[in-house]
């Protein structure tokens, strides 16, 4: 009897358990659906690869720290080849652009991310987010307020952002200068902090491309340096794309400044070519400086180190870049994002600024490359840029060191900036 009843018991509990089998499915299958999902504001332009660059940057963050979260990317301008580019990179991240794809992730979608970029770019798609859907949204990286201009200009803010920022979940900013600043005009969102610009995470590469181009130019691995030129103000105007009418006043402050700023750099390649073996390659950062670099650094180079300067002549886009300073000794010059993925690819980078640019330089000195940061409205700083590209060129090793320790403090603060907005998507 007592053996029957033992019978009768293990087999009601494996009846049970076999009954149970759909449930645990069922609960299986509603956890996979309950997969949290985020837009990503980002992408704001396609003729800078330095804001194409944070896109891809902030996807390589979210990839590796938010690995079970779908990020929707939302962006302003995925055209000439970027869309493509990015799909190869992330194949399982959709791109929103219709206003149904948008309404939908606005549906869907428990938190918005507004990306690195000159400003806050995106502050219309932010407040809409904010009024429609009363979720939560954090910004990842911006200057502050980031007005490309005169000195006056530089100080305009927008009181919609003031409360934009306010009413974020976090708010970082990607130089320590906009992070005082937001302080200053009265921004108190609960977590206000520095955050390195999303550019320093980008791994895109276009390998193909860039020994193709390296070969072609006599150009080897390690064997020669990038340079970059610009004026204060990009000359978008020159670009059919942007459909700007010309700015005369920007034209002739281009014309006072561009001889003063763009000569030091040019002064960096003639001593590099005649006291080094190196090589110099002239790129662009931003399509406009395709022109600029033949005008204000090849064409007056003496002949003699000409022979060795080789001047690109159309643009490209972010991973045929990377994949071109992976193969270079470093980079100077007077823009901001290229030194920015030099150094995320353990290339040295020296940056050149103006205030004009914004205070997006001093993110230089932020993450400990004071000696790798030139003010060129200071005489003194200035003086120092030549003997800054001749020891980068001379010493790799100490280089090296330099952007070790760079790397070391961008990616501490890259992990724990991820773990914030991991932490505020999981309790969304």
């Known amino acids: 009897?007592?053996?029957?009843?033992?019978?009768?018991?293990?087999?009601?509990?494996?009846?049970?358990?076999?009954?149970?089998?759909?449930?645990?499915?069922?609960?299986?299958?509603?956890?996979?659906?309950?997969?949290?999902?985020?837009?990503?504001?980002?992408?704001?332009?396609?003729?800078?690869i330095g804001d194409i660059g944070h896109t891809p940057g902030v996807l390589a963050l979210l990839e590796k720290y938010l690995p079970d979260v779908e990020v929707r990317l939302w962006p302003s301008n995925v055209a000439n080849g970027v869309e493509e580019m990015l799909r190869k990179r992330f194949p399982a991240v959709p791109i929103i652009q219709t206003p149904e794809e948008i309404s939908l992730a606005f549906s869907d979608c428990v938190f918005l991310l507004h990306g690195s970029g000159p400003s806050l770019v995106a502050r219309k798609d932010v407040e809409r987010w904010a009024k429609e859907t009363g979720k939560p949204y954090g910004i990842y990286g911006i200057t502050f307020p980031g007005v490309y201009g005169f000195a006056e200009e530089r100080q305009q803010v927008n009181p919609v952002d003031i409360a934009l920022l306010s009413n974020a979940t976090f708010a970082y900013f990607r130089d320590s200068v906009s992070l005082a600043f937001a302080k200053q005009k009265g921004v108190h969102c609960p977590i206000m902090e520095f955050c390195p610009d999303g550019a320093f995470a980008v791994d895109l590469k276009n390998d193909e491309a860039a020994i193709a181009f390296l070969n072609e130019h006599g150009l080897e691995k390690g064997k020669f340096l990038c340079a970059i030129p610009q004026y204060r103000f990009s000359p978008w105007w020159e670009l059919p794309s942007k459909k700007q009418v010309p700015n005369e006043i920007r034209r002739a402050y281009n014309d006072k400044m561009k001889e003063q700023d763009n000569a030091p750099i040019r002064e960096a390649i003639i001593a590099v070519v005649r006291q080094t073996p190196l090589k110099i390659l002239l790129v662009p950062e931003n399509e406009t400086q395709v022109r600029i670099g033949k005008e204000m650094l090849y064409d007056p180079l003496p002949d003699d180190v000409k022979a060795k300067?080789?001047?690109?002549?159309?643009?490209?886009?972010?991973?045929?870049?990377?994949?071109?300073?992976?193969?270079?000794?470093?980079?100077?010059?007077?823009?901001?994002?290229?030194?920015?993925m030099c150094i995320a690819n353990n290339i040295p980078a020296i940056v050149c600024r103006f205030d004009e640019q914004t205070s997006k330089g001093f993110m230089w000195r932020d993450i400990g490359l004071d000696d790798w940061l030139f003010d060129m409205d200071n005489p003194k700083e200035v003086a120092g840029i030549v003997p800054a590209v001749l020891a980068m060129a001379k010493d790799p090793?100490?280089?090296?060191?330099?952007v070790a320790k760079a790397r070391q403090y961008v990616e501490q603060r890259q992990r724990e900036t991820m773990g914030v907005l991991k932490k505020n998507v999981q309790s969304a």
Request: hydrophobic share 45%; net charge positive; glycine share 4%.
């Open 1 to 48: 009897m007592q053996d029957r009843r033992a019978f009768l018991n293990q087999f009601s509990a494996v009846v049970g358990l076999l009954a149970s089998v759909p449930a645990l499915a069922q609960a299986a299958t509603v956890g996979a659906l309950a997969k949290k999902s985020i837009i990503l504001r980002s992408s704001w332009q396609t003729e800078n």
């Open 309 to 340: 300067v080789v001047w690109r002549d159309h643009y490209w886009l972010t991973d045929e870049a990377v994949s071109t300073y992976i193969r270079s000794a470093g980079l100077f010059g007077l823009e901001m994002h290229s030194p920015i």
């Open 397 to 402: 090793k100490d280089a090296q060191r330099k």
